[in-house]
């Protein structure tokens, strides 16, 4: 079974950083797909990135592109999303999720695990 952890979330000021980290284990890492979903309160779990199983893709949602990017180390087991010129409407519980293929998208229903998901507050 795949558990999926994330960390890195808190409380950061618009225009600032913070980088999350999802950590992977139960299955070989490097044969799954990952994406960062986000939730706000009261709305869906919108897509924000994807990175393909050797990170050679990567695919953003528009509303962050060029401000986040999703990265991964096979070796670590391990997914990031650095977050960069935070805005007040990035405020959410980030999640990380895992697809069982080489490659994903941004489709909530393309990824078979999900982690726990972890806050990230930012103040005007």
């Known amino acids: 079974q795949v558990q999926l952890v994330e960390s890195g979330g808190g409380l950061v000021q618009a225009g600032g950083s913070l980088r999350l980290s999802c950590a992977f284990s139960?299955?070989?890492?490097?044969?799954?797909?990952m994406g960062w979903f986000r939730q706000a309160p009261g709305k869906e779990r919108d897509f924000v990135a994807a990175?393909?199983?050797?990170?050679?893709?990567?695919y953003y949602a528009a509303s962050v592109k060029g401000r986040f990017t999703v990265s991964r180390d096979n070796a670590k087991n391990v997914v990031y999303l650095q977050m960069n010129s935070l805005k007040p409407e990035d405020a959410a519980v980030y999640y990380c999720?895992?697809?069982?293929?080489?490659?994903?998208?941004?489709?909530?229903?393309?990824?078979?695990?999900w982690g726990q998901g972890t806050q990230v507050t930012v103040s005007s």
């Open positions: 139960g299955r070989t890492f490097s044969t799954y797909a």
């Open positions: 999720g895992a697809s069982r293929g080489y490659d994903s998208g941004n489709l909530v229903g393309e990824y078979d695990y």
């Open positions: 990175i393909n199983w050797d990170g050679e893709r990567t």
